[in-house]
């Protein structure tokens, strides 16, 4: 007799009025909005342009969940395409069923194309939100228990999922909640991601790699325990050698990024000004890109109009100095606009 377990809900649909929320399709939407905010606040912070974040995912969201839709459906085509089937199901993305694989990379093409057309470089953008998405998929996971799907082995443990559900096989129980196990872990994950970034300044989509081989490694053993069906490849389930696979390419991408190109970008968007875009106006006054020369003009500048203010002491007019004289004010006046400005 289990003492404690987590209930699952007797309805995937929460009914507003007429409106009909289902969980699933509610608990993405919920993920993208974090997401969304959370990679602004850090675009931001890296220089970008508010809105930059959530233009391009106009285009990255329609094509992750396409992705993760086609991924679902072809590694799982029995579900749809074996007798008895309706492939009409396949379409019914709101029982359930993306694949994060095929979100991510079908996401990545859409976040690409948004970005050729802002001239911003994909791997600064990825580094920007790649926690968000952690996040997002943390409070995505949430959509499974809605649906009572993607559980674990038996157990009795005080945290086991209780599964009502018979249909598409399912036997009543108590259940590893897997959803949870990766609900937590991803937020770890994203909690990993912004501390790696603030300590070692990740640049060149490393974050992004770094969210990406965390997760997978965590994967990776939260998907030995679902006891679902999936097709299997020397004894192992087939995301087991997915999540194998891109945690390596993840690992090998950062190793290689660090030695290529180390360091972070010192400009996301052109012509945006934010906490480490002011560079890119100080640029534009002609200082270097760090701003430290931005006070070189006023320098010269006052450097000039001393020497105006001595040269009409003296009396001197000639045309060499009077020209200095001229020029002095208007130097020091552009100089001043410059070390302000930077």
């Not at 009502?164 to 872990?185: I, K, N």
């Not at 270097?288 to 450097?303: F, N, Q, R, V």
């Not at 020029?327 to 552009?334: I, L, M, N, R, V």
Request: aromatic share 12%; hydrophobic share 45%; charged share 20%.
């Amino acid at each position: 007799m289990e003492l404690a377990y987590i209930p699952s809900p007797s309805s995937g649909v929460l009914y507003l009025g007429p409106v009909p929320l289902r969980g699933y399709a509610f608990c993405i939407i919920i993920g993208v909005f974090i997401a969304v905010w959370l990679g602004n606040k850090r675009w931001i912070a890296r220089g970008g342009r508010a809105g930059t974040v959530a233009d391009i995912a106009v285009w990255a969201v329609p094509f992750g969940l396409v992705g993760g839709r086609l991924y679902h459906v072809i590694t799982d085509y029995q579900l749809y395409f074996s007798e008895g089937r309706d492939w009409v199901d396949a379409f019914k993305i709101w029982e359930g069923g993306l694949g994060i694989w095929g979100a991510i990379a079908f996401g990545a093409l859409g976040a690409w194309i948004g970005c050729r057309h802002r001239g911003i470089p994909l791997p600064a953008y990825a580094d920007a939100v790649a926690p968000g998405i952690a996040f997002a998929q943390a409070i995505g996971r949430w959509g499974n228990w809605f649906n009572q799907e993607l559980y674990g082995r038996a157990t009795d443990l005080p945290w086991a999922v209780e599964i009502t559900s018979s249909a598409d096989g399912r036997v009543a129980g108590t259940y590893h909640p897997t959803f949870l196990y990766e609900s937590l872990w991803c937020i770890g994950v994203a909690l990993l991601v912004i501390w790696a970034d603030r300590r070692f300044r990740l640049g060149h989509g490393r974050a992004f790699a770094l969210y990406v081989a965390a997760y997978c490694a965590g994967r990776f053993w939260i998907e030995y325990m679902r006891v679902d069906e999936a097709h299997h490849i020397l004894g192992l389930r087939l995301n087991n050698w997915t999540a194998l696979l891109v945690l390596l390419l993840a690992v090998l991408y950062i190793v290689l990024s660090a030695r290529k190109r180390p360091g972070r970008e010192t400009t996301v968007e052109p012509g945006a000004a934010g906490a480490d875009g002011e560079a890119g106006a100080a640029e534009k006054d002609g200082a270097g890109p760090t701003g430290t020369e931005g006070d070189a003009p006023a320098k010269e500048g006052s450097e000039t109009s001393e020497t105006s203010e001595s040269s009409e002491a003296s009396g001197t007019s000639e045309g060499s100095e009077g020209s200095k004289v001229s020029e002095g004010p208007g130097a020091a006046k552009d100089g001043a606009g410059s070390a302000k400005k930077s």
